[in-house]
């Protein structure tokens, strides 16, 4: 009985491609996401917006740490055509079967954002201009770990109401700033499956935050000021609060630590084919 079955099971990996880092990090982490969802989707408001940040910072660190152990290791690293296609260096954890690595989508132009619409800039020349557009050069994660960082500190933002005209708006303005990140999720969700064609689990995992922080933060906005009353961060259970918050600083910390261990630039892959017409 026992040899059938283990034919069986190995067939049904090899069908689906699937690598021992789906079973050791990616299978584990997803279910444990998955309750972590559930819990925040289920809570008040606030509770599901620190629950949502805590999370979401997770990933961008997660992310952030791929990125740059890759361009290390692999210098100039071609998210189409990898000089080490099997990865022997350096695999990441993300990179689980043959239609699913984070590598490929992370390291793709759109992966910069900000550069890929011409907004920032890779080189800084002598304006002033210029280096700001060199300084915001960031990849998605980057940003995204601000994004998750306010929504954690979010009562912080609100400290800042006395500001004249805009200050009274600013729950109304970062909930605007929440669906513009919402929509700039669609594209980049369109290019994972129209022009990537992969599949990468740190990319949908922030996606579900994103968009699950637009109507707990359209709710938090009609509160107004009235969140600064509530507990700072929610009911969320401080065992939680405090372990998981832990756990993000010591992956910022990592995050820093490796960057500045080398070179963490990347030259951009030359060639890239843009969402079909």
Known sequence: V??????????????????????????????????IYAYAFTSDWRTCQVTLGLLGLFWCFAALWVEIRLEQVYPGFNYAKPQDPEMKAYKPFCDFAPWAKCSKVLMSPPGRFLRYFGIAKETASDGIVDKVRNLIDVPNPSLGVIFFAVHLFYPLLLLLSPIPVLGPLLPELFFLACCGVGLMTVWLASNLIFVLKDFCVVCVSMYVANFGLIPMMHALALKGMEVKEEPFFGVVPRWFLYSFGALDAVMGVAVLVLYFKGAAAREPPREYSSLPA
């Open 2 to 35: 026992a040899l059938p079955l283990k034919i069986s099971c190995a067939s049904s990996r090899m069908a689906f491609g699937l690598d021992e880092n789906f079973y050791i990090w990616v299978l584990p982490l997803v279910l444990l996401e998955i309750v």
